[in-house]
């Protein structure tokens, strides 16, 4: 047991798959209170499955906390690897009297729950070789070996989210520590790392309440002190029900994916199921402030996209403009075929950036609303815009052109002569800047029209504007 006095968490997630919400928010709540009290933050990876972990989910887990900001503190364990020890302390419990060799052939235990489903009873191992003597072992069969279970009285997980949680001993079968093949289960194995790596919470959702209680009987059969527990309760979908695929993204990375920034995710998973009074904008410098564990809620929370995509517009508007623009960047260079962005580019999305990130939700929309800045050339218009650039709006625009022409190029300047044309036409100043954002863009939807034709320069934005009215 590591003797450090600072607490010490984990993340242990299987690697069957890619790194979904739910296993995000408990890597959060456990990095933060790490963070929070000066602790270590730790990551398993729990391997065992050989048929179903991948290197692929891996990897997918790591780059998801990753992309979160959520760092570790040491190296990752990797379950699988450590098997000789599981086993070790296996031996140790069989060697006490503390476990057992179990012969039971799977024939015999299929026939054995069939029989208890017949007959209405709970399914579960039925201690047939428990109290059996050794000499009655079969030659040559393989064994698997049972923890030797306490069969009366309860067992309590404090857990300082749910409260006292009891268990009667009797609902608790011998539970398998090595399989017949001699591979530790994930039962023994997680208590033993555990241990070992000196965890001193155990912060999980509480799908995990039913392990906790029999975790419990192999950390008290091997005389070691118990973690404190925290059992999260799931998240479920707007409609209250379990969260699933038909409620929409799962993985941290399709969040990513649909343009969400890692600081709101932060912030989102934090307000489902912790809360500060009616703070909703936590940042994550005050999160690792205020985070405690008594402030998690014991009931569900539900997914709420109305509120994840205005958190997001929040962050988006406070990132600094240069970060904004790497953001760009990294959400096109995801597309396919991927994109880049040129030094000119950069330079415009600079310039642009204060009024393009008002208007944005995820940063697709900001890159989409971006996008006329990234190359130059004239535009290929959308259906809507095209729709603008009809005959009489080239005619304005050609009119708006032969306005400007010796003018200062500013913002100022270029709205001061279309609003003079506007006046002379005895039409609305959008009549005058619809054509032109048409033929900039390329859309209907921009930035002030004025301020960008100054981002863009004088050469570029009159070779697109002359395009449509040659």
């Known amino acids: 047991m590591n003797d450090n006095s600072k607490p010490v968490l984990r993340f242990a997630p299987s690697p069957t798959g890619m790194l979904h919400i739910g296993g995000a928010r408990t890597a959060l709540f456990n990095w933060l209170y790490a963070r929070h009290t000066g602790g270590r933050f730790v990551l398993r990876i729990e391997d065992t499955d050989r048929i ?23 190296e990752p364990i990797y379950q699988f690897a450590r098997a000789d020890r599981h086993r070790e302390v296996a031996e140790k419990l069989l060697a006490e009297g503390k476990a057992y060799r179990c012969y039971a052939t799977p024939e015999e235990l299929t026939s054995m729950r069939e029989e208890q489903r017949k007959n209405g009873k709970p399914v579960r191992y039925d201690g047939r070789w428990r109290d059996r003597d050794p000499a009655d072992a079969p030659l040559g069969v393989p064994y698997a070996v049972r923890l030797k279970a306490r069969q009366g009285g309860e067992t309590v997980v404090h857990d300082v989210i749910q409260g006292d949680v009891t268990f009667a001993n009797a609902q608790l079968d011998d539970m398998i520590l090595l399989r017949s093949d001699g591979n530790p289960t994930y039962m023994l194995a997680v208590v033993v790392d555990d241990f070992d790596m000196g965890i001193t919470h155990i912060i999980r959702g509480d799908d995990h309440l039913n392990n906790a209680a029999r975790q419990m009987q192999i950390i008290e059969a091997m005389g070691w002190p118990a973690p404190i527990y925290g059992h999260v ?47 909703e904008i936590i940042p994550t410098e005050q999160a690792i402030e205020w985070f405690n564990l008594e402030a998690i809620g014991k009931s569900p929370a539900r997914l709420d996209f109305k509120k994840l995509e205005n958190l997001n517009a929040h962050y988006i508007r406070e990132k600094s403009d240069a970060v904004l623009v790497d953001e760009i960047a990294a959400w096109i260079g995801r597309e396919t075929p991927p994109k880049t962005l040129s030094d000119l580019a950069r330079a415009r999305l600079i310039k642009a950036m204060p009024p393009l990130k008002e208007r944005a939700k995820t940063m697709g929309e900001l890159a989409g609303s971006a996008a006329f800045l990234f190359d130059d050339g004239p535009r290929t218009l959308d259906d809507k815009a095209a729709k603008i650039l009809t005959a009489e709006g080239r005619a304005t625009l050609a009119a708006y052109l032969a306005a400007v022409a010796g003018a200062p190029w500013t913002a100022e300047a270029l709205e001061e002569k279309a609003k003079a044309l ?47 009215t040659d």
Request: hydrophobic share 40%.
């Open 52 to 74: 179903r972990s991948t290197p692929q989910a891996v990897a997918a887990i790591l780059n998801g906390l990753t992309w979160l900001g959520l760092d570790w503190d040491e």
């Open 422 to 468: 506007a006046e002379e036409k005895s039409i609305k100043l959008g009549a005058v800047a619809q054509p032109i954002r048409a033929g900039l863009t390329g859309r209907t939807t921009s930035p002030p029209i004025f301020a960008m034709l100054d981002v863009l320069g004088e050469a570029e934005s009159l070779a697109r504007l002359k395009a449509f």
């Open 233 to 279: 309760p799931l998240i479920h979908g707007p409609d209250g029900a379990k969260l699933s695929k038909r409620h929409g993204a799962q993985a941290v990375e399709e969040y990513r994916d649909m343009g969400y920034l890692p600081e709101t995710m932060r912030n989102y998973l934090l307000r489902l199921g912790w809360s500060h009074g009616n703070d």
